[in-house]
């Protein structure tokens, strides 16, 4: 029983702290007077906001996210348990992008990267495997700071978790990186 209630409460505390989204307003758009004639004007436009590099990107990782925590389970998609290229199958496919379900064959989709050339939204392939010779595992990158690449993956000891490429593990497991948004 005590069991079920931290638990209620960890999830009440991750789920509950999120803040409201702001409404947005409709402004009429600002004017200027031009000079010496002074009952013309002339809209003065807002720069337009260059459209996000990495929206869809950001919207997967959002997506992959809300899994954080969800344990490991082989061939799962679902909040019950997944593994790591249902993870990403799952997040991509609900942002509208098809792509292959296992890891090998997602390995083969997009443009290989080199590592510095990183970015949020680049997936990551590796061989953790001793005995087999294709890829095998593969995370979302999720932060690039400098040389530190989070990515998000789903580990077979822990479940949805973000780690680092830095890790000793994960870097000398790791084949390749590859861009498809």
Not at 9 to 17: A, P, V
Not at 96 to 121: H, L
Request: with cysteine; net charge positive; glycine share 8%.
């Amino acid at each position: 029983m005590l069991k079920r209630t931290l638990y209620f409460l960890s999830f009440l505390i991750f789920f509950g702290c999120g803040s409201a989204k702001k409404k947005r307003t409709y402004r009429a758009p600002r004017t200027i007077s031009i000079a010496g004639s002074p009952e013309e004007t002339v809209p003065l436009e807002k720069p337009k906001k260059e459209k996000r590099k990495h929206s869809k990107a950001e919207d997967v990782i959002a997506t992959a996210m809300t899994f954080s925590g969800t344990r490991y389970k082989f061939g799962g998609t679902t909040k019950k348990g997944m593994d790591c290229s249902g993870l990403l199958y799952v997040s991509l496919r609900e942002n509208n992008i098809t792509f292959p379900r296992t890891s090998y064959q997602m390995a083969e989709e997009g443009k290989r990267i080199k590592v510095g050339q990183v970015q949020k939204g680049d997936l990551l392939f590796f061989k953790t495997s001793k005995k087999g010779k294709r890829i095998n595992h593969v995370g979302l990158v999720v932060d690039v700071k400098g040389n530190d690449i989070k990515f998000i993956h789903s580990s077979t000891s822990r479940g949805v978790i973000v780690s680092s490429l830095r890790e000793g593990y994960w870097n000398y497991a790791f084949v390749k990186a590859m861009r498809i948004l």
